[in-house]
């Protein structure tokens, strides 16, 4: 469902970016029939501020957790976000932040140029995230076929897919049915945020609702 609703949301903000600039250049030349320079550079430049929100919007494409038995009580104490870019362009994941909000308490994360991929490990006991502490975040990959996100910490294909792995603070750990809000701010372009809703435990390792 949330894959689909991505999508949706992904071809909307294409319409809508080039509704905008077929709409601002339209403008232009009915005031003047001759379109002089200068008006010839600010569509230029709102054609490029468009193609630039566009480019860097970042798709979730799944969202796990993993619950653990902390205190008598099972609560999700890690959490990986699957994403990729909508398009291929780089996007540079030094300049990445991440806002968690549980209605009581929020807390920004931030990148430490920690990145390994998947190989033969499983994803939450992976040892990447030995090295993460409640203040940042990691990059697992497990598809990115020049290895930009390794290498360079880079998102630049959109065949890239790598799971965002952090862990939450003892203060704001999931029981269930607790909520969480996740939000990306990318360097440049659009924030993306999404909810995160935490099932009965069942099994230890599940997928948000």
């Not at 990691?138 to 790598?162: A, W």
Request: glycine share 4%.
């Amino acid at each position: 469902m949330k894959n689909r609703g991505s999508s949706g949301i992904a071809t909307v903000i294409i319409l809508i970016a080039i509704m905008l600039v077929a709409v601002t250049a339209a403008s232009v030349l009915t005031e003047e029939t001759t379109t002089t320079t200068t008006e010839e550079q600010d569509i230029e430049q709102i054609t490029q501020e468009v193609l630039d929100e566009i480019c860097s919007y970042i798709q979730i494409k799944d969202e796990k957790g993993k619950y653990y038995q902390i205190d008598d009580e099972q609560k999700i104490q890690k959490i990986a976000l699957l994403i990729s870019p909508l398009v291929s362009q780089n996007i540079d994941m030094t300049q990445l932040t991440i806002q968690i909000d549980n209605g009581e308490t929020v807390r920004m994360l931030y990148y430490n140029s920690n990145s390994a991929k998947i190989g033969s490990q499983s994803l939450f006991e992976h040892s990447l995230w030995d090295n993460l502490g409640i203040e940042n975040f990691g990059l697992i990959s497990i598809m990115d076929i020049d290895e930009s996100i390794t290498n360079y910490h880079v998102l630049n294909e959109n065949s890239d897919n790598t799971y965002l792995v952090f862990k939450l603070p003892p203060d704001m750990q999931m029981s269930k049915y607790d909520t969480i809000k996740v939000t990306l701010f990318p360097s440049s372009g659009i924030t993306r945020t999404t909810t995160l809703k935490a099932p009965m435990p069942m099994k230890s390792i599940i997928t948000f609702e």
